[in-house]
């Protein structure tokens, strides 16, 4: 690693451990249950992509002080973990990250709250931008849940097919990588081809990045994960459920496939589930889409000056796809 790649990593590690230290600060409320649940998720850990793709895009575009970007990065964080609270309530996970979920601690009511007070955080941290940047943060929250319902939808109607998937993810999980890059891009440049060239390259990282995640929801390591495995394909959703044929269900959430599957006498009959995917096939085909769209955004990067942040987002690829957590 040469000296200048020494110095991209040492402020993109410097700028992260800013943002932690913002994130905190902003949910320091006067009432204990919203302060404590709060940094309860926060300080859970977390691979904290969302922002590293606002600072690097910001230092790939120009900008100097990581100062100018930090609200922001911290924002697009703020954004997800709010959405990870609702989540857990949704799916009725107990743990997140090697820990308890906030709702499996504080009750369903409070953790609900949380997740309401994270959202309106963003809201503060985003004030100060103005409407350029408020309206393209907009977009994606918005983005971010009409994916969220269509997926709900779709996995109860037995509806998800390639294309209604590759919907889902665009909008649940790419839309806020993509803002993350172009609302630290913007505060770089106005040259728009580079804004739109970072926001290209961090929307097909949210997609790869998505297909791993449901890729390790099959063979990944629950121990080292730090939450259960197998729960999107128990109900009929994820990338390899399309690819094995295991959407369709009885209205229930669940696939009659994975049912039957389950219905069968096992030790442990969820593992016999993952174990007879592994086998189909299904998760070659999965690696194969997430490593096209992980070129696709290291294409995107040809059109990106060279620098030590750029060479940052090219690695950033790498770690994505190869990522066991």
Not at 39 to 62: D, E, N
Not at 124 to 149: D, F, H, K, Q
Not at 292 to 306: D, I, Q
Request: charged share 25%.
């Amino acid at each position: 690693m040469n000296e200048t790649k020494l110095m991209s990593t040492d402020v993109i590690e410097q700028g992260l451990d800013a943002v932690e230290e913002y994130l905190l600060s902003v949910v320091n409320s006067d009432v204990e249950v919203l302060r404590d649940a709060s940094a309860h998720i926060l300080t859970s850990g977390g691979k904290r992509i969302r922002p590293q793709m606002s600072l690097l895009a910001y230092l790939a575009a120009g900008g100097q002080d990581l100062d100018e970007v930090l609200p922001i990065a911290s924002a697009v964080e703020m954004v997800h973990t709010a959405t990870l609270v609702h989540d857990d309530i949704n799916d009725h996970s107990l743990t997140r990250r090697g820990k308890a979920t906030v709702h499996s601690v504080w009750g369903r009511t409070f953790a609900l709250l949380t997740g309401d007070y994270l959202f309106t955080k963003v809201y503060e941290l985003m004030a100060p931008y103005g409407p350029e940047y408020n309206i393209v943060m907009a977009n994606a929250c918005s983005r971010l849940v009409e994916g969220e319902t269509l997926q709900a939808a779709a996995a109860k109607a037995g509806t998800i097919d390639r294309e209604t998937y590759k919907r889902i993810i665009s909008l649940k999980t790419a839309s806020l990588f993509e803002a993350s890059a172009r609302m630290g891009a913007q505060l770089a440049t106005d040259d728009a081809d580079l804004i739109d060239n970072l926001a290209t390259y961090a929307y097909n990282l949210g997609l790869t990045f998505q297909i791993v995640d449901d890729i390790l929801d099959i063979v990944g390591d629950p121990d080292e994960m730090g939450k259960p495995v197998g729960t999107d394909m128990l109900q009929g959703r994820g990338v390899l459920a399309v690819n094995n044929g295991l959407s369709q269900n009885d209205g229930d959430g669940t696939s009659p496939a994975i049912t039957n599957t389950l219905s069968q006498e096992s030790v442990d009959p969820i593992m016999q589930m993952m174990s007879s995917l592994r086998e189909s096939g299904a998760v070659e085909i999965a690696r194969m889409q997430a490593e096209e769209m992980g070129r696709r955004a290291k294409a995107t990067l040809e059109n990106v000056p060279p620098s030590a942040a750029r060479t940052e987002l090219e690695d950033l690829v790498d770690t994505v796809l190869t990522r066991q957590k």
